[in-house]
């Protein structure tokens, strides 16, 4: 089983910056990859980016690339999702999770941080 306890969010002005961390504890040598997903109300969730456990090749979605971060502190089994410029559409509840491999879907799931972005 693997943990995944998030913190951070909060209301922030169009603009500004925020960030989210993702701590995951428990089997954590058996992770391939984490990834950021957003849901906004009444709207499905979507891709936020992702990086692989090594903490290396971050990708990222195209409405967030350039003005978002993923980056892993390795020593603490962190991953930090640094939120630059951000714009009032970024109003979502933030997930982080992880999957074991590339073929499986993202098992393991945080609880969520709002995330709010006024105009």
């Known amino acids: 089983q693997v943990q995944l306890v998030e913190s951070g969010g909060g209301l922030v002005q169009a603009g500004g910056s925020l960030r989210l961390s993702c701590a995951a504890s428990g089997r954590t040598f058996r992770i391939y990859e984490m990834g950021w997903f957003r849901q906004s109300p009444g709207k499905e969730r979507k891709f936020v980016g992702r990086?692989?456990?090594?903490?290396?090749?971050?990708l990222y979605g195209d409405s967030v690339k350039g003005r978002f971060t993923i980056s892993k502190d390795n020593g603490e089994n962190t991953v930090y999702l640094q939120m630059n410029s951000l714009k009032p559409e970024d109003t979502a509840v933030y997930y982080c999770?992880?999957?074991?491999?590339?073929?499986?879907?993202?098992?393991?799931w945080g609880q969520g941080a709002q995330v709010t972005v006024s105009s």
């Open positions: 990086i692989n456990w090594s903490g290396i090749s971050p």
């Open positions: 999770a992880v999957r074991l491999n590339s073929r499986d879907e993202y098992i393991y």
